[in-house]
């Protein structure tokens, strides 16, 4: 939603009041005073709270006070079908305010509800009286703990929300929680103890893995439990709450290869094929200047131009292409928060695929930016910097296979992925894998970082799960093990300086 409210366009407001106008008319009781021309005599009454494609929220102020106008315009032909069929679905948000306030719930108090057209499916509004309040504040242990007991009077009275998250509430002037869109709510005479904790965990993974709050899953349930006969378990919660956010990566990630409002598909078009972002440019002709005209930065198979870096592969049976594994690891990547170069295209021309990404010229190899002239607390800092990205990296199952220096870049104090076909994203890593991560980066690094560097970085990498010392020594050996297997005088590593 938009914080800050604009003003409509005279064009954009006209249209609204001549939808409103043409539309039937249902007022609750409460408000049988309120006059329609409210809504439609003055322009500089209507202001943009949220403008998306199927649905409109507009606040205005009229001389009762201040009201929120919900406009479903229903411009897809889908939409406008299930509304024929389905027309009870349109009053759903009118009939489930009345409800709530039956059962003393706090919501918006409805005030109008309209529908255009003699058959339902043209579009419909709904105005509500404004509520008096702030957001939630989910950095505010005090505002979390209470909406864990308000979770737990919702279901209580046996109330279901299915898109329940903090945006979806405010506090009132009384500090008390108020419920906003209330389009999915359900109402069960006794809600099951699925529905409670398919709830709990629905709302927990907003308030955890989008904002990042800081009360604990145990203390958050102790609250809820507080009213609870058969109390929640905080395992099955958190089981819940991780199947969620691994389907949130698949789908975000899945969006590179289907139309969307980021992505375009490109079918046939003169003889490419492929997916590209939609304000990337480049077409047939332009990716031909760029093979023309970019000189190569690695073999044949790498190439630069214009601040464009495109992987080229040559498409053979049997074989993974790997130009369409760095496609979709690189939104993978992304939608995981781990930095990557903005990937621009991929395309499939001629029997040859081609990966564009970012190429950022300022960017420094791994080896090269810790092998630079830096302080010792400028060094301390990033070598603290890359352990704590490495260890992100790891909890979230990311495993490269090749994690050699040359394949991470330093752009800015921040670190970045790159050659991403390589990179796989498994469902559990395991201790020996992440060991021989540690030992390829340990191979890869010259001997500008000291063994006192070395330990120091495997100890910020360990965090507050520091292994015991026996654990540490076995880790060692292992890292060291690998470490003399390798090739290092590529890098600059003198291992008789190093050995341990």
């Given at each position: 939603?938009?914080?800050?409210?604009?003003?409509?366009?005279?064009?954009?407001?006209?249209?609204?009041?001549?939808?409103?106008?043409?539309?039937?008319?249902?007022?609750?009781?409460?408000?049988?005073?309120?006059?329609?021309?409210?809504?439609?005599?003055?322009?500089?009454?209507?202001?943009?709270?949220?403008?998306?494609?199927?649905?409109?929220?507009?606040?205005?102020?009229?001389?009762?006070?201040?009201?929120?106008?919900?406009?479903?315009?229903?411009?897809?032909?889908?939409?406008?079908?299930?509304?024929?069929?389905?027309?009870?679905?349109?009053?759903?948000?009118?009939?489930?305010?009345?409800?709530?306030?039956?059962?003393?719930?706090?919501?918006?108090?409805?005030?109008?509800?309209?529908?255009?057209?003699?058959?339902?499916?043209?579009?419909?509004?709904?105005?509500?009286?404004?509520?008096?309040?702030?957001?939630?504040?989910?950095?505010?242990?005090?505002?979390?703990?209470?909406?864990?007991?308000?979770?737990?009077?919702?279901?209580?009275?046996?109330?279901?929300?299915?898109?329940?998250?903090?945006?979806?509430?405010?506090?009132?002037?009384?500090?008390?929680?108020?419920?906003?869109?209330?389009q999915e709510t359900y109402f069960l005479p006794r809600l099951p103890r699925k529905l409670k904790i398919s709830?709990?965990?629905?709302?927990?993974w907003h308030l955890h893995c989008r904002t990042q709050c800081p009360v604990a899953l145990k203390e958050f349930l102790n609250v809820?439990?507080?009213?609870?006969?058969?109390?929640?378990?905080?395992?099955?919660?958190?089981?819940?709450?991780?199947?969620?956010?691994?389907?949130?990566?698949?789908?975000?990630?899945?969006?590179?290869?289907?139309?969307?409002?980021?992505?375009?598909?490109?079918?046939?078009?003169?003889?490419?094929?492929?997916?590209?972002?939609?304000?990337?440019?480049?077409?047939?002709?332009?990716?031909?200047?760029?093979?023309?005209?970019?000189?190569?930065?690695?073999?044949?198979?790498?190439?630069?131009?214009?601040?464009?870096?495109?992987?080229?592969?040559?498409?053979?049976?049997?074989?993974?292409?790997?130009?369409?594994?760095?496609?979709?690891?690189?939104?993978?990547?992304?939608?995981?928060?781990?930095?990557?170069?903005?990937?621009?295209?991929?395309?499939?021309?001629?029997?040859?695929?081609?990966?564009?990404?970012?190429?950022?010229?300022?960017?420094?190899?791994?080896?090269?930016?810790?092998?630079?002239?830096?302080?010792?607390?400028?060094?301390?800092?990033?070598?603290?910097?890359?352990?704590?990205?490495?260890?992100?990296?790891?909890?979230?199952?990311?495993?490269?296979?090749?994690?050699?220096?040359?394949?991470?870049?330093?752009?800015?104090?921040?670190?970045?992925?790159?050659?991403?076909?390589?990179?796989?994203?498994?469902?559990?890593?395991?201790?020996?894998?992440?060991?021989?991560?540690?030992?390829?980066?340990?191979?890869?690094?010259?001997?500008?970082?000291?063994?006192?560097?070395?330990?120091?970085?495997?100890?910020?990498?360990?965090?507050?799960?520091?292994?015991?010392?026996?654990?540490?020594?076995?880790?060692?050996?292992?890292?060291?093990?690998?470490?003399?297997?390798?090739?290092?005088?590529?890098?600059?590593?003198?291992?008789?300086?190093?050995?341990?």
């Amino acid at each position: 939603m938009n914080q800050n409210p604009e003003p409509v366009d005279r064009s954009s407001a006209s249209r609204l009041y001549d939808f409103i106008n043409a539309c039937r008319i249902v007022r609750d009781p409460a408000y049988a005073h309120f006059k329609i021309n409210w809504l439609t005599d003055n322009v500089e009454r209507f202001f943009i709270v949220s403008d998306r494609f199927r649905r409109e929220v507009y606040a205005v102020k009229t001389d009762a006070g201040t009201f929120f106008l919900k406009l479903s315009p229903l411009r897809r032909k889908k939409d406008r079908l299930r509304f024929l069929l389905l027309p009870w679905r349109m009053t759903t948000e009118w009939r489930n305010l009345s409800r709530l306030a039956q059962k003393s719930i706090p919501a918006p108090k409805r005030v109008l509800f309209g529908y255009k057209g003699r058959f339902p499916g043209q579009g419909f509004f709904l105005v509500t009286e404004a509520v008096q309040g702030s957001e939630i504040d989910c950095k505010s242990r005090e505002q979390v703990l209470k909406l864990a007991g308000h979770l737990a009077v919702l279901h209580d009275r046996g109330i279901y929300h299915r898109d329940l998250h903090p945006g979806n509430l405010l506090l009132d002037r009384n500090d008390q929680p108020v419920l906003l869109d209330v389009q999915e709510t359900y109402f069960l005479p006794r809600l099951p103890r699925k529905l409670k904790i398919s709830n709990l965990a629905q709302f927990w993974w907003h308030l955890h893995c989008r904002t990042q709050c800081p009360v604990a899953l145990k203390e958050f349930l102790n609250v809820y439990n507080q009213s609870q006969e058969e109390p929640v378990d905080s395992g099955k919660v958190a089981a819940i709450v991780d199947r969620r956010q691994q389907r949130h990566y698949r789908s975000r990630a899945a969006r590179c290869m289907k139309n969307s409002t980021e992505f375009q598909v490109i079918r046939n078009g003169q003889g490419l094929k492929g997916f590209k972002r939609r304000d990337f440019k480049w077409g047939k002709q332009e990716l031909q200047n760029a093979l023309d005209r970019g000189h190569l930065i690695k073999d044949d198979k790498l190439m630069v131009y214009q601040n464009v870096c495109i992987k080229i592969h040559n498409k053979r049976l049997f074989h993974k292409d790997r130009s369409l594994a760095g496609w979709k690891m690189a939104r993978m990547l992304a939608v995981r928060g781990i930095n990557v170069p903005a990937a621009l295209a991929y395309f499939d021309a001629g029997g040859m695929t081609y990966f564009l990404a970012s190429y950022y010229s300022d960017s420094l190899p791994l080896n090269d930016y810790l092998s630079s002239d830096m302080s010792r607390t400028g060094k301390k800092a990033a070598i603290r910097a890359f352990a704590a990205w490495l260890r992100a990296c790891h909890d979230l199952n990311i495993w490269q296979r090749d994690f050699k220096s040359s394949n991470v870049l330093a752009l800015d104090n921040q670190f970045m992925m790159v050659d991403l076909d390589g990179v796989k994203i498994r469902r559990h890593l395991p201790w020996p894998k992440k060991l021989i991560n540690l030992a390829q980066l340990n191979a890869s690094i010259s001997s500008h970082l000291t063994l006192k560097d070395r330990l120091r970085f495997f100890h910020y990498y360990c965090r507050e799960e520091l292994p015991s010392r026996a654990v540490r020594r076995q880790a060692y050996r292992k890292i060291w093990a690998v470490t003399r297997e390798k090739n290092t005088l590529p890098f600059g590593l003198d291992l008789a300086k190093l050995a341990p």
